[in-house]
């Protein structure tokens, strides 16, 4: 009940229906949920499963590549590094690992995002995701691909790690979700890496770094760029953000030691106005139907 | 005026203010136009414009691969075809290609969808991107990585054709919106195709078998399924549409020959409630915090 009056109170705010008392009890339908379509596209479509797999492919592609060559190079910044400069950890002798984010990369987190849109949009969000940590082990799938990818990596002598931003109180049941989605082993410590195991919070730099002086890491996949370098969130601006990924010491990673998951449905992809999204340059105003010719 | 009266109204029926009258004239802000998420990811985001780079960078690695080996497969299905069962049509010596879509492929379509973020939702969609076709040549970007990628294509004696369901009425400003973005040469009919080319409306398999009749197509990149083949669309339902690209003869095309650029905003990923997108099994309900313990 208390959650109705929520959904109904939010959706008059929405629609301006201020009104000065409590709003009328009518049996308003749920109003669209704003992550419908993301949510249609990342765990409901064709097309994102098959971006999912392309990309699993391409790095297995790159592995195979590198795990075949001379010069295993790592793909981890190196501290003082910057995105105009970036310099990356060397691998002096180090035994390979490719390291991954979980959620919306190794992970589908299906039951939560159904939970989301269909029942608990209003409630306490950090509260609900810590729920999930404790009890949705069972109600995730692998992300298209990544299974056999990781099979893979581990067939050429690989480890594979994961760095999340689960927390670290649940390391048991995020153990369980990745192991029992057969995409383990996930040992906490040692292949798998949650926030609070070090100082620095959702940061990912410090435990990448701590990876990187046991492991020569010669891939990283992740949703969100922060899985890749926590400088991309330094950036000034929305644009600024997403001119960074073509730096001229960065396009180059795409594809080639860095893989990106698609994930329109949270993260610190989604955000700024119409403004920030579209150049000033480029904003086309239709010119509408050209005015009727009189009869003659 | 109408429009922002027909906006209220829309946003209040949304949130059931079914008055039996006129809707109070209240001043409303817009309600959140439902597709800004995906443009902000699609638009104005590092990961998107990461993603994109990555499925460029792969379409290159895998072409110059096809390109040094002996054997020239083609990754057009012949006609006969199932998705269970897909055979290609044979080479036969021709020269190589590879066959691109246009919009949100190798064009984002900038000023259009500012237009539709701020301005013109409740426009006639055809109408207007009818009069996008004809006057917005400018106001549109390569997706990122399309150019550098486009040219090295050609650089290993590849064409690069267009196979896009803009119209063939059209066909000269979209001849220079290819070319004014730096991926041309496009030419119509032998470059470029568009809708109205043949019989089949926006069906492309009539296309694409036109175009696999003069060249050897060794890859092909497109946002929606229908890129790829018609047949993805026969689907009975949103899962086994999705289900179909993971079919064993289909799921190792993703990212060898079969190249997929990301689109949340529109298009045939866009659809199915919550019971179509989360398998039945994976619908968690959040449990809700623990009853408080009695203080003792």
Chains 1, 2 share one sequence.
Request: net charge negative.
């Amino acid at each position: 009940m208390i959650r109705s009056s929520a959904v109904l109170a939010g959706a008059l705010a929405l629609a301006g229906c201020t009104t000065a008392g409590r709003p009328v009890a009518l049996p308003a339908p749920p109003p669209a949920a704003p992550q419908l379509a993301g949510m249609q596209y990342l765990y409901g479509s064709g097309e994102a499963a098959a971006v999912s797999r392309q990309a699993w492919a391409a790095l297995v592609n790159y592995v195979a590549g590198t795990m075949g060559g001379k010069d295993r190079r790592s793909v981890v910044l190196a501290e003082g590094s910057t995105l105009e400069d970036p310099k990356f950890i060397p691998c002096a002798g180090r035994p390979p690992a490719a390291v991954f984010d979980v959620d919306e990369t190794v992970l589908l987190n299906l039951g939560f995002e159904h939970d989301e849109l269909t029942g608990a949009a209003h409630r306490d969000f950090d509260d609900r995701w810590a729920r999930w940590e404790k009890t949705g082990a069972h109600d995730v799938q692998p992300t298209p691909g990544a299974k056999e990818a990781l099979d893979s990596l581990r067939g050429m002598g690989i480890t594979v790690i994961f760095n999340t931003n689960r927390n670290a109180f649940n390391a048991a049941p995020t153990e369980q979700a990745l192991n029992d989605a057969g995409l383990g082993p996930a040992v906490h410590g040692q292949t798998l890496w949650l926030a609070g195991d070090d100082a620095n919070g959702s940061l990912k730099d410090g435990r990448r770094r701590t990876i990187a002086s046991r492991y020569c890491v010669i891939a990283m996949g992740g949703d969100q760029l922060g899985d890749f370098s926590d400088l991309f969130n330094d950036a000034a601006s929305v644009p600024a953000r997403r001119d960074a990924t073509g730096l001229p010491g960065i396009a180059s990673l795409w594809g080639h030691g860095w893989f990106v998951l698609p994930n329109p449905v949270y993260g610190t992809a989604l955000q700024g106005g119409a403004d920030d999204i579209f150049p000033k340059d480029k904003q086309w105003r239709d010119p509408g139907p050209a005015p009727k010719k009189e009869a003659n």
